[in-house]
Every structure is written in C-alpha cells, then in structure tokens.
Nanobody, 117 residues
C-alpha cells in the first residue's frame, strides 16, 4: 500500500503563487509517473501536470507557462509550483502516482487551492 500526503494549498490573491507538495510512502518499489489533477465544483477532474521518472513533463494548456511540476526521486516527492494564479485555478488539487510494473494508481486526499481577492 502507498500513502500520499499533500500540503501547500490555501487562499491566495489573483497573481499570487503557491507550491504544492506530495510525499509518497509505504510499499514503494518503483514510482513511475507522478502528477497533479484538479476538480472544481460542478466539473470533472482534469489533468494539470504530469512528470515521468525520467523528468519528461506534460501540462494542461490552461497552465502552461504558469505552473511547473518537478520531483525528487530520492524523497519520493512531487511538487507543483503555481505562479500567476487566476480565479479559474480554484479547485481541489489531487496528487496522483503510478507505481510498479503495472502502474497501480494512487490518489492523495486532495488540497484546496482558492484564488480570490
């Protein structure tokens, strides 16, 4: 079993920044892709950004140029640096990791990001 602990959410004004962290622990043999998803009220969960073990990244068009995903493989931790935040970024943000040969998927509990003046 894998446990994911997220931190870093909160309330920020438009144009501000936040940094999310997600640390994985437990029965980890090999973490493959790590990523962040978000879900706003009344909307489906959507991909924000993903990073492979080798460091390749993919971003949603809506966050390109503003958000940066990174990971520390030694710490089994993934980060999401969010700059130039907009009200439409308001959502619960979830960490997602894929583990092992068959990419078993685990989700974090979610952390609220609210962008408002």
């Amino acid at each position: 079993q894998v446990q994911l602990v997220e931190s870093g959410g909160g309330l920020v004004q438009p144009g501000g920044s936040l940094r999310l962290s997600c640390a994985a622990s437990g029965s980890i043999f090999s973490i493959n892709a790590m990523g962040w998803y978000r879900q706003a009220p009344g909307k489906e969960r959507e991909l924000v950004a993903v990073i492979t073990r080798g460091g390749s990244t993919k971003y949603a068009d809506s966050v390109k140029g503003r958000f940066t995903i990174s990971r520390d493989n030694a710490k089994n931790t993934v980060y999401l640096q969010m700059n130039s935040l907009k009200p439409e970024d308001t959502a619960v943000h979830y960490c997602n990791v894929k583990v092992g040969i068959v990419d078993v998927t685990y989700w974090g509990q979610g952390t609220q990001v609210t962008v408002s003046s």
